[in-house]
């Protein structure tokens, strides 16, 4: 019987047994390292969100009493108290809305994928394309023996 490091005394069956034991193999860890990849993303994203919704609890009452003062502050230097407030909510909405799209922007689902593990993933494919390439050939260079 030939040793395990022996390929030449390997017969097609036992590469085949061995390729499928090993893509298995390969499959359940791609799938784990998938998992924690994912995880840890999921577990960025609720820390972000816990992080922004207590800055938003601390900083809109501060945002209203800053914006009434500033409401103040042009009303007191001569302009109708109408016209002070349209000016600093217009400026408030503005900011806003470019605050708003700018977080949209960053809160895409592209930012779930796991592309770590989708890279390795590829990587494997290859290699394993790359050893059932060379197997091939070996055989038909006839360096394999059935057993």
Do not use: C
């Not at 207590?54 to 009434?68: E, F, G, Q, T, W």
């Not at 592309?115 to 055989?139: G, L, P, W, Y």
């Amino acid at each position: 019987m030939a040793t395990p490091f022996d390929e030449r005394g390997r017969s097609i069956p036992g590469i085949v047994i061995d390729l499928i034991n090993q893509f298995t193999t390969l499959l359940r860890q791609e799938s784990r390292l998938a998992r924690a990849e994912i995880s840890e993303n999921v577990n960025r994203v609720i820390v972000g969100v816990i992080l922004a919704v207590a800055a938003a609890v601390l900083l809109i009452p501060s945002l209203v009493i800053l914006l009434m003062a500033a409401v103040y502050a042009i009303e007191t230097a001569g302009l109708a108290p109408y016209w002070s407030a349209l000016i600093v909510g217009g400026a408030a909405l503005l900011v806003g809305v470019v605050l708003m799209l700018i977080g949209l922007n960053r809160l895409k689902i592209e930012t779930l994928i796991p592309r770590k593990t989708i890279q390795q993933f590829q990587e494997d494919a290859a290699m394993a394309r790359r050893q059932v390439k060379a197997e091939d050939e070996r055989t038909e260079h006839g360096f394999q023996r059935a057993a």
